[in-house]
Structure formats: structure tokens, C-alpha cells
T-cell receptor, first 111, second 114 residues
Framework: DADVTQTPRNRITKTGKRIMLECSQTKGHDRMYWYRQDPGLGLRLIYYSFDVKDINKGEISDGYSVSRQAQAKFSLSLESAIPNQTALYFC??????????FGPGTRLTVT | AQSVSQHNHHVILSEAASLELGCNYSYGGTVNLFWYVQYPGQHLQLLLKYFSGDPLVKGIKGFEAEFIKSKFSFNLRKPSVQWSDTAEYFCASSQAGGYQKVTFGTGTKLQVIP
């Protein structure tokens, strides 16, 4: 869905490096989310934000941080990447009455 | 806490067979329910949603789901699958009203054999 974009789409990094994944949306939604997807585990919520001044931890926030720079931008950072953070990361957006719309995903590999 | 269970992890069907994927949720209050599909190498796309009203929900591509409150279920159905339906399917729920934190099931991989 071109309304939600993620950069980069693929990234290989080394253990201990800091990395930022970015998400932008043009849907005008106020709510944004970061998930990671692992085989057999489905999607797990890392962080979510209901407006620019609101940031909340999800199920698996340890080792991650986020920044909501504007209504349309929500970044996810791995302060010191480790191999078990290798996963597919999805950004999603919604508003009060809509389901979530997902970005194309970022495939992150930590070696 | 909410949870969503999808009991079938991997389903293999021949083309034209009927499909039913199970989904059960745990929240006892009013819920919103969703089915998403993820085609190979792609992101999640919404198939259908239930917020209120008619418990039989029609979605895109011939899919439908039925909300049965007494069984805490929201099973996905399609009368005749096609090879192009090969994908992973995720059931999800959220509490109705208020903020919208969605809980996803672990997914069901559907493989349709031509």
C-alpha cells in the first residue's frame, strides 16, 4: 500500500550497530505502530503511538526505541542490534474507526 | 490480556476445494475482528473486518467470515479456493471503542495446489 512507506526495505547489519527504520504515511492517520514478524509467531507489537505526544510500549519493546517526529513519521531504532532481532518489521497506521494499514516491511538481518 | 488463536498452522488444499480457517479470541467484551492476508513477499492486506451489525461479513476476493459471539469465534471461509489464494492468513482482534491496540494470531499458511 503506497500510502505507508518504509525505508530501508532490506538491511544487513552487524551485532552492536545502531540502526533506524523509518516509516512515513500519507493516509492522515493519527495512530502508528511497529510490529515484528517471525515465522510461527505471527506479528508482535513493539511500540505504538496514538498521536505525536503519545508513545506506548507493546509486547516486546526491550532493545527498541521509537520517535514520532510528526504525525506522518514514526521511526524505530535498535540501539545495539543483536542477532535475535533478525526479523521482518512492519509499520502500520490507523485512526479511530479504521483497521490498520500496513507498510511493505523491512527485512532486517543482524549478523 | 487479549489473545487470538489460530489452530491450523498449515493447510494444503486442491483448487476448487472449500476453505475454513479457524480463529478464536479471548476478550469477553465488545470486540472488533479482522482477517488479513499476506501474499508471498508482500505486506499484510485487510481481507475483511467486523465492527458491529450482521455477523456474516463479506470481504474481498470471495472471502467471508462469521462472528459467533457464543463461541468467541470468527472463522474465515471461501467456497472454492484458487491457486492465487496461496498466502498466509492472520486473524486479529481489538477491543471496540477507545484506543485500538490489535492482537494478531500466529497465522495460517494456506497452500493451494493446482
Amino acid at each position: 500500500d503506497a500510502d505507508v512507506t518504509q525505508t530501508p526495505r532490506n538491511r544487513i547489519t552487524k551485532t552492536g550497530k545502531r540502526i533506524m527504520l523509518e516509516c512515513s504515511q500519507t493516509k492522515g492517520h493519527d495512530r502508528m505502530y511497529w510490529y515484528r514478524q517471525d515465522p510461527g509467531l505471527g506479528l508482535r507489537l513493539i511500540y505504538y503511538s496514538f498521536d505525536v505526544k503519545d508513545i506506548n510500549k507493546g509486547e516486546i519493546s526491550d532493545g527498541y526505541s521509537v520517535s514520532r517526529q510528526a504525525q506522518a513519521k514514526f521511526s524505530l531504532s535498535l540501539e545495539s542490534a543483536i542477532p535475535n532481532q533478525t526479523a521482518l518489521y512492519f509499520c502500520a497506521t490507523s485512526d479511530l474507526r479504521s483497521p490498520q494499514y500496513f507498510g511493505p516491511g523491512t527485512r532486517l538481518t543482524v549478523t | 490480556a487479549q489473545s487470538v488463536s489460530q489452530h491450523n498452522h498449515h493447510v494444503i488444499l486442491s483448487e476448487a476445494a472449500s476453505l475454513e480457517l479457524g480463529c478464536n479470541y479471548s476478550y469477553g467484551g465488545t470486540v472488533n475482528l479482522f482477517w488479513y492476508v499476506q501474499y508471498p513477499g508482500q505486506h499484510l492486506q485487510l481481507l475483511l473486518k467486523y465492527f458491529s451489525g450482521d455477523p456474516l461479513v463479506k470481504g474481498i476476493k470471495g472471502f467471508e467470515a462469521e462472528f459467533i459471539k457464543s463461541k468467541f469465534s470468527f472463522n474465515l471461509r471461501k467456497p472454492s479456493v484458487q491457486w492465487s489464494d496461496t498466502a498466509e492468513y492472520f486473524c486479529a482482534s481489538s477491543q471496540a471503542g477507545g484506543y485500538q491496540k490489535v492482537t494478531f494470531g500466529t497465522g495460517t499458511k494456506l497452500q493451494v495446489i493446482p
